[in-house]
């Protein structure tokens, strides 16, 4: 029940602060939910019917009084206490026995009863029980279809006592009697596992999405019932209606708030004292280190950067509430069926474990990439060192058709959405634990780069040049990020002229080969270099094909004249660097040989610090 206590923990911790006040995700107090509504019905200080109104669809959600029988009802009428759906509150929604409006109506009786119930509901109680709701909405000209609006959520407001014209469910006095009735249930207590107090105890716990709820025991009526290992759920657990509720609202509110939820898998990171941090299936240094005017350019700036983002950060999660434990969780979630919702990952650690973590994954896994800052109008990329996003590695490893297809996957049934539901998981293993890259995801984004005919776009025939040095970027990080796993030193994005590693060598001639071609060639009828198009044979058999891209050159270098001594010499110092019997060696190219290409390429190319807008254009050479 770790993570239940964890919950609890952070509702307690933020009492007191805006939290619950927040304009764009406030935290739902215990016995209250937020829904959405259709419809809003005003009456007068008499009681008496004004007019209705739709909500706009744009509308956020009104947070309402709840109770869990309503959250999480199936099948028998289980209303909420003040506003729901129109066959719930209308009493002449249909003629005869209306078993909805019946149960409704009972629980607003006993509401009313409670000593001190605000007047204003009391007024609501009586002008709903006359049962002319359907009938005072037809009359004054409200577009009413009794079959498309019986699930509306219907919103009351009385005018002018005390709030004025402020919506019954938003009145402090309303809440304060709704939050009385809830402190003084009666129900039969017991053992709180969460909590450790005997408690009221609570059997039928809120959906959490959709009807997929985390605390479920709904097998009463099974033939082996409860696996024939107890008589009774609460024999194997019991949870307690305050624990259950402020599990499920501050769960929900810091999803909203700073939560992953995308391909059919949730991802929440938090600070039991409240201090709001990202979630780490989504992790980008910026959230860090802020996007500033200075971006870092060299691998010791961006050290240094991330260094003094982490050390605020981990000063800020202890400084935000420091009577609070602090401790950082993550909890990743997955609906394992239409009705059950798994939890399929938890970690919890100090708060500067959590941040250094994150500093060591930020710095052992980077290289040189574009960023994109700023409004659509005020656009503009970036090129510096940075660690490349969960989102930029998964469309490395399976491409961006597969990542577009699950983005689009609604249902989360498609098998593109698994495989990158799949990879966000394994990497979140390695952000937060600290395990090892798998082999598999840097082979995988290894081999695309090296085969850059397969960034072509199926509509137009176009090569996609920008993707793919995109792509070539991520594979350079993640292949960093592997020698440093291994315990070796990451290469650096500054060419090494001393590095006498085949792969890298090979990688320098390629990015030479490609660079003098590219220099003879004609930019108004720009095409692939001969290096591009034979970079995957290359990376297989790098001897013969060097000797073939080496007679292709040569025309060029006889069109650049005088200027291809500079290639010449170059492809010399590097053809001499070699180790013995390296260079005639026929095995492979290693991941190496990309930091090899990108290095002497970026040398030979003036480095582009700004663009305004990044544009897929085939012939630009960024």
């Given at each position: 029940m770790g993570w239940m206590q964890r919950l609890v923990e952070t509702y307690d911790n933020v009492q007191g602060t805006r939290a619950f006040d927040e304009t764009e995700h406030p935290l739902v107090p215990a016995g209250f939910v937020a829904k959405k509504a259709a419809i809003e019905v005003v009456l007068t200080e008499r009681g008496e019917f004004a007019h209705?109104?739709?909500?706009?669809?744009?509308?956020?959600?009104?947070?309402?009084?709840?109770?869990?029988?309503?959250?999480?009802?199936?099948?028998?009428?289980?209303?909420?206490?003040?506003?729901?759906?129109?066959?719930?509150?209308?009493g002449d929604y249909v003629n005869g026995d209306n078993r909805y409006f019946n149960e409704y109506i009972k629980q607003l009786d006993e509401w009313c009863a409670r000593p001190g119930a605000p007047h204003p509901l009391r007024l609501l109680r009586d002008y709903l029980a006359e049962r002319r709701l359907v009938k005072?909405?037809?009359?004054?000209?409200?577009?009413?279809?009794?079959?498309?609006?019986?699930?509306?959520?219907?919103?009351?407001?009385?005018?002018?006592?005390?709030?004025?014209?402020?919506?019954?469910?938003?009145?402090?006095?309303?809440?304060?009697?709704?939050?009385?009735?809830?402190?003084?249930?009666?129900?039969?207590?017991?053992?709180c596992y969460v909590e450790g107090e005997a408690l009221p105890e609570m059997t039928n716990h809120p959906k959490f999405q959709g009807n997929a709820k985390l605390i479920s025991a709904k097998d009463d009526k099974a033939i082996f019932q409860y696996k024939g290992r107890f008589t009774s759920a609460?024999?194997?657990?019991?949870?307690?209606?305050?624990?259950?509720?402020?599990?499920?609202?501050?769960?929900?509110?810091?999803?909203?708030?700073?939560?992953?939820?995308?391909?059919?898998?949730?991802?929440?990171?938090?600070?039991?004292?409240?201090?709001?941090?990202?979630?780490?299936?989504?992790?980008?240094?910026?959230?860090?280190?802020?996007?500033?005017?200075?971006?870092?350019?060299?691998?010791?700036?961006?050290?240094?950067?991330?260094?003094n983002a982490a050390a605020g950060l981990s000063r800020r999660i202890v400084e935000f509430n420091p009577e609070a434990t602090n401790a950082v969780v993550i909890l990743g979630m997955e609906a394992a069926t239409t009705g059950r919702m798994s939890i399929n990952y938890y970690q919890e650690m100090p708060g500067d474990e959590y941040v250094l973590r994150l500093q060591r994954w930020y710095d052992s896994c980077k290289w040189e990439v574009w960023r994109t800052f700023g409004q659509e109008k005020e656009r503009k990329s970036v090129l510096c060192v940075s660690t490349p996003t969960p989102d930029d590695i998964t469309i490395a490893v399976l491409g961006r058709r597969s990542v577009d297809t699950a983005r689009g996957d609604y249902q989360v049934t498609k098998s593109a959405t698994k495989l990158v539901r799949q990879l966000r998981k394994r990497?979140?293993?390695?952000?937060?634990?600290?395990?090892?890259?798998?082999h598999d995801?840097?082979?995988?984004?290894?081999?695309?780069?090296?085969?850059?005919?397969?960034?072509?776009?199926?509509?137009?025939?176009?090569?996609?040049?920008?993707?793919?040095?995109?792509?070539?970027?991520?594979?350079?990080?993640?292949?960093?990020?592997?020698?440093?796993?291994?315990?070796?030193?990451?290469?650096?994005?500054?060419?090494?002229?001393?590095?006498?590693?085949?792969?890298?060598?090979?990688?320098?001639?390629?990015?030479?080969?490609?660079?003098?071609?590219?220099?003879?060639?004609?930019k108004s009828n720009y095409r692939q270099t001969n290096a591009i198009r034979y970079m995957q044979m290359f990376q297989q058999r790098p001897l013969d094909t060097w000797k073939k891209l080496h007679g292709l050159l040569l025309p060029y270098f006889a069109k650049l004249g005088r200027y291809s001594e500079r290639y010449k010499k170059l492809i010399g110092q590097v053809e001499e660097l070699f180790l013995e019997g390296d260079r005639d060696l026929s095995e492979p190219l290693k991941g190496t040989y990309l930091h090899g290409y990108y290095c002497q390429r970026q040398v030979l190319i003036p480095k582009k610090k700004e663009s305004e807008g990044e544009k897929d254009n085939g012939g630009d050479k960024a």
């Open positions: 209705a109104n739709r909500v706009g669809k744009d509308a956020k959600p009104f947070i309402i009084p709840s109770t869990p029988e309503a959250e999480g009802r199936v099948g028998p009428p289980a209303p909420y206490p003040l506003c729901d759906e129109l066959r719930y509150v209308a005072d909405m037809r009359t004054s000209g409200f577009a009413l279809d009794l079959k498309k609006d019986m699930k509306s959520f219907v919103l009351f407001t009385v005018q002018g006592i005390g709030g004025g014209g402020k919506g019954l469910w938003d009145r402090q006095d309303v809440r304060e009697s709704w939050a009385g009735r809830i402190r003084a249930r009666e129900d039969s207590r017991t053992l609460s024999e194997a657990v019991s949870v307690s209606y305050d624990a259950s509720v402020k599990t499920h609202n501050v769960l929900g509110w810091l999803l909203k708030r700073q939560g992953f939820d995308r391909y059919g898998m949730k991802v929440v990171a938090w600070a039991t004292g409240g201090y709001p941090i990202e979630s780490p299936a989504e992790v980008d240094p910026i959230g860090i280190m802020g996007a500033g005017a200075d971006y870092p350019l060299t691998f010791q700036d961006y050290g240094v950067a991330l260094g990497l979140l293993k390695c952000i937060v634990e600290g395990a090892r890259l798998p995801i840097v082979q995988s984004a290894f081999r695309r780069a090296s085969a850059p005919q397969g960034f072509t776009d199926e509509r137009t025939g176009r090569w996609q040049e920008l993707e793919w040095r995109k792509a070539l970027a991520v594979a350079c990080a993640l292949v960093r990020k592997e020698q440093v796993d291994c315990g070796e030193e990451g290469a650096n994005v500054i060419l090494d002229e001393t590095n006498r590693d085949r792969s890298y060598l090979y990688g320098r001639l390629l990015a030479l080969a490609d660079m003098a071609e590219y220099s003879a060639m004609d």
